[in-house]
C-alpha cells in the first residue's frame, strides 16, 4: 500500500492485458490450439525439444534487444554467428585446444561488436546500414574460410554444447539461463545498463550533457556480438558441424522475438523479460508449424507476417512508435 | 525565409562550386573519380575489359541494378530504407518467367508488376499509416516474398524465355543495348519527377525535416505510400529486365539484390538521413557497382567475395561521406 502513497497507480488486470506485449497473446494461443491441434505438441519430449531449439535464439535475441533498445538494430549477427561457428570448428578439426577456439570466436564476435558499435556510436552512422555492411563481409569471410562447404569431423567432445547435462538440465538451458541473468544484471543493476534505457531515451541530450554515451553504445554492440559467439557454440554443436550460411536469418527471429516481447523502437521502453517470451512464442510457432507440417519456405513467410502484425497491433495499441 | 537565406549566404558566393555545397562536391567529385580510376585500372590489368562487348555486358549489367535502386532511391530521399527490393524483384522474376513460358506473357508481365506494386504498397501503408519503422516493415517484407517465392517455386529453375520477350534484357536499338535505354528513359523520368514536381519536391522536403514537412500541411502519408509503391514496382521491373538478360529465373534470384541496391545508392551518394542526393548519383553508383563486379569477374575473384566487397563498399562509401561532411561543417562552424 505504501506503493499508493509515492503516487505509483495500482494497475488492474485488465490495463496489464491491455498493455502485455503480443508475444504473451501468440504464445497463449499458440500453446492452446497446438495442444488440441496437435498431440505431439504437449509431451516432455517435445517441449524439451523446444527449449533446446530456442535456445540460441534466446541468447541472440538477449544482446539484439540492448541493442534495440538504444534504437539501434544489428543486422550482421546471423553472419557473426555463422563466421563464429566456422572458425571455432575450423580450429578444432585441425588440432587447437578447445579454448583457444572459444576464445576467437568470442574475439571475432567482439571485433564486429566493436566494428559497428564504433561506427554507430562515434560517427552517427545509421545501424541498418552499418550492420548491413558487415553482414556482407562475415558472410563473406565465413564462406571463403570454408569455400562454401561445412566444417565436419569435429570431435566428440564439442557436442557437450549441445548434448551435456548439468545438475540434471541440459547445457543449451544453463547456458540461457545464465546469459538472461548476467544480461539482466548488467541491464538493471549496473551503470552499463542505465545507459542502455537513457540512450534510447535521449541519446543527443546524453551526449551534449558531456557523458561518455558513445562508450556506453559501443559496448552494447560488444555485448550483443559475444553472446552471439557463445550461442554459435550451441548451433555448431547441435548440428555436429559449422555451416558458414546457417546463420542467416537468424537475426531476423532475434528481430521477431525482441519485437513481439515488447521492446520498443522508440524511447528505450522495454526489457529482457518480455524477449524470453517473444524468443519462446517464436520457437512455439516454428515448431507448432513443423509438427503441422507446414514447410520450411512457408514458415518464413508467417514468421515474416507475424512479426509485422505484432508491431502493427502494438503500434495501433499505441504500445510503440 | 530569414533561416534559408541565412543558410543561402553561408554557402552562396565563396564556398559553393558548380551551385554545390563543399561536402556535396565531395561525393561528386569522389564518384567521378572512382569511376575513372576503375576504368584505368581495369583497361590496364585486363586486356579483355576495353572490348565492345564487354563495355556492353557492364552497361547491361548496371541497368536493372540501376532500376531496382532508382526505386530506393526515392525511399532513402523520405529518410526511409526498403530492405524487401531484393527479394520483392526474386518474386517478380519467379512469377513473371513462371507465366511467360506457360504461354501467357503479357499476363506474365502484368502480374509480376502488379505484385511488385502490392508489396511496395503494402509497405508504404506499414510505414505511413501504422508507424512501423521502415527498416522493420521492409524486413518483414523481405521474408514474406522470399517465402512465397520459394512456395511458388518449389524449388524448381524457370529458364527459356521467348525471343520476343527477350529483347528488353538483350535487344539493341542501333549500337544501343535495350536496358540502357530504358535505364535512361527512367533516369530522366524520375529526374524531372524529383526535381520539376510538386511530389517531387514533396519527397525531398519528407526527407529533410519530417516535422516541417507535416507542419506545412502537405500530405506525408500519401507521399510516403508513393515512394514505397515506386520502390516495389520499380524492383519488379528490374526482375523483367534480368531474367530477359539472363534467360532464366530462380528463387535465388532474390537473395543476391539487397546488398548490391543498398551500395549502388550509398555509392550514390544519396545521405542515408535523407533529403540529399538524387537518381542521378544512383545512376553513376550502379554503374562503379557494375564495373566492380565486372572487373572481380574478369580478375578472376570467387564470388564468395562479392558479398564482403559490397558490404565493404557501403561501409566505405557511407563513412567517407560523413567524415568529410563532419570536417566541413566543424570548419564552417
Redesign the interface.
Known amino acids: 500500500m505504501s506503493d499508493t502513497k509515492v503516487g505509483r497507480p495500482q494497475y488492474p488486470v485488465s490495463t496489464w492485458l491491455a498493455q502485455a506485449p503480443g508475444a504473451v497473446y501468440l504464445l497463449a494461443l499458440m500453446s492452446i490450439v497446438l495442444t488440441v491441434a496437435t498431440p505431439g505438441f504437449f509431451t516432455v519430449a517435445n517441449l524439451t525439444n523446444v527449449a533446446l531449439q530456442v535456445a540460441v535464439l534466446t541468447i541472440v535475441a538477449l544482446g539484439m534487444t540492448l541493442v534495440i533498445l538504444t534504437e539501434g538494430?544489428d543486422l550482421s549477427l546471423g553472419p557473426v554467428l555463422g563466421l563464429c561457428g566456422v572458425v571455432m570448428a575450423l580450429m578444432v578439426v585441425s588440432g587447437w585446444p578447445l579454448f583457444m577456439a572459444i576464445g576467437a570466436a568470442v574475439l571475432i564476435g567482439a571485433a564486429f561488436g566493436t566494428v559497428n558499435g564504433a561506427?554507430i556510436a562515434y560517427?552517427?552512422?545509421?545501424a541498418?546500414?552499418?550492420t548491413?555492411?558487415?553482414?556482407?563481409?562475415a558472410?563473406?569471410?565465413a564462406?571463403?574460410l570454408t569455400?562454401?562447404n561445412s566444417v565436419t569431423g569435429l570431435p566428440d567432445y564439442v557436442r557437450w554444447f549441445n548434448d551435456g547435462v548439468f545438475l540434471g538440465l541440459p547445457v543449451p538451458i544453463w547456458a540461457t539461463a545464465l546469459a538472461f541473468a548476467v544480461t539482466y544484471i548488467l541491464l538493471y543493476r549496473t551503470k552499463f545498463g542505465r545507459y542502455t534505457f537513457a540512450i534510447g531515451n535521449n541519446r543527443h541530450a546524453l551526449i551534449l550533457s558531456g557523458s561518455r554515451a558513445r562508450y556506453y553504445q559501443l559496448l552494447v554492440y560488444v555485448y550483443a556480438g559475444v553472446l552471439t559467439a557463445l550461442a554459435s557454440f550451441i548451433m555448431t554443436a547441435r548440428l555436429n558441424s559449422a555451416h558458414p550460411t546457417i546463420g542467416i536469418?537468424l537475426e531476423?527471429d532475434a528481430?521477431a522475438a525482441v519485437?513481439l516481447g515488447g521492446t520498443s523502437?522508440e524511447k528505450g521502453r522495454g526489457g529482457i523479460i518480455g524477449t524470453i517470451v517473444g524468443a519462446l512464442a517464436v520457437g512455439v510457432l516454428r515448431n507448432g508449424l513443423n509438427l503441422m507440417g507446414v514447410?520450411t519456405?512457408?514458415?518464413?513467410?508467417?514468421?515474416?507476417?507475424v512479426?509485422?502484425a505484432a508491431?502493427?497491433l502494438d503500434?495501433?495499441r499505441g504500445l510503440?512508435? | 525565409m530569414r533561416a534559408e537565406t541565412a543558410t543561402a549566404s553561408v554557402y552562396g558566393d565563396r564556398r559553393e562550386v558548380f551551385g554545390l555545397s563543399p561536402d556535396r562536391l565531395f561525393v561528386v567529385v569522389s564518384r567521378l573519380t572512382a569511376l575513372v580510376v576503375l576504368c584505368v585500372a581495369l583497361s590496364v590489368f585486363t586486356p579483355y575489359f576495353l572490348t565492345w562487348s564487354n563495355i556492353i555486358n557492364v552497361l547491361r549489367h548496371a541497368a536493372p541494378l540501376f532500376l531496382m535502386s532508382a526505386g530506393l532511391t526515392l525511399v532513402v530521399l523520405t529518410g526511409g530504407i526498403d530492405l524487401s527490393v531484393g527479394a520483392v524483384l526474386g518474386l517478380a522474376a519467379c512469377i513473371a518467367a513462371s507465366f511467360i513460358t506457360s504461354g501467357y506473357p503479357v499476363f506474365g508481365i502484368v502480374a509480376a508488376l502488379a505484385v511488385g506494386l502490392s508489396c511496395g504498397l503494402v509497405n508504404g501503408l506499414l510505414v505511413a499509416y501504422a508507424r512501423i519503422p521502415s527498416f522493420i516493415a521492409t524486413y518483414g517484407m523481405l521474408w514474406i516474398a522470399n517465402g512465397l517465392a520459394y512456395v511458388f517455386m518449389k524449388g524448381e529453375v524457370i529458364y527459356g524465355l521467348p525471343a520476343p520477350f527477350r529483347v528488353i534484357g538483350t535487344g539493341f536499338v542501333g549500337p544501343l543495348p535495350v536496358p540502357v535505354l530504358i535505364m535512361i528513359g527512367t533516369l530522366l523520368v524520375l529526374h524531372v519527377l524529383l526535381h520539376r514536381t510538386r511530389l517531387g519536391r514533396g519527397i525531398y522536403a519528407i526527407g529533410g525535416n519530417p516535422v516541417a514537412a507535416r507542419l506545412s500541411g502537405m500530405p506525408v502519408q500519401r507521399r510516403l505510400v508513393f515512394v514505397y509503391a515506386t520502390s516495389g514496382l520499380m524492383a519488379s521491373f528490374a526482375a523483367l529486365v534480368i531474367i530477359a538478360r539472363t534467360n532464366a529465373a530462380d528463387v535465388s534470384l532474390g537473395e543476391e539484390q539487397l546488398l548490391p541496391a543498398i551500395a549502388a545508392v550509398c555509392l550514390g551518394g544519396t545521405s542515408l538521413f535523407g533529403g540529399v542526393g538524387g537518381v542521378a548519383g544512383t545512376a553513376v553508383g550502379s554503374l562503379i557497382l557494375a564495373l566492380v563486379l565486372n572487373g572481380m569477374n574478369l580478375l578472376g575473384v570467387k564470388t564468395f567475395w562479392q558479398a564482403g566487397v559490397l558490404g565493404g563498399i557501403i561501409l566505405l562509401s557511407v563513412l567517407a561521406d560523413q567524415l568529410v561532411g563532419r570536417r566541413i561543417s566543424r570548419r564552417t562552424a
Do not use: K, M, R
Not at chain 1, 548491413?132 to 563481409?137: Q, V, W
Not at chain 1, 519456405?297 to 507476417?305: D, I, K, L, S, Y
Open positions: 538494430i561506427l560517427l552517427d552512422l545509421p541498418f546500414i552499418v548491413l555492411g558487415t553482414f556482407g563481409i558472410q563473406s569471410i564462406t571463403v569455400e562454401g536469418g531476423f528481430i519485437i523502437f514447410s519456405e512457408w514458415q518464413v513467410a508467417v514468421v515474416g507476417f512479426i509485422i508491431v502493427g503500434s495501433l510503440n512508435a
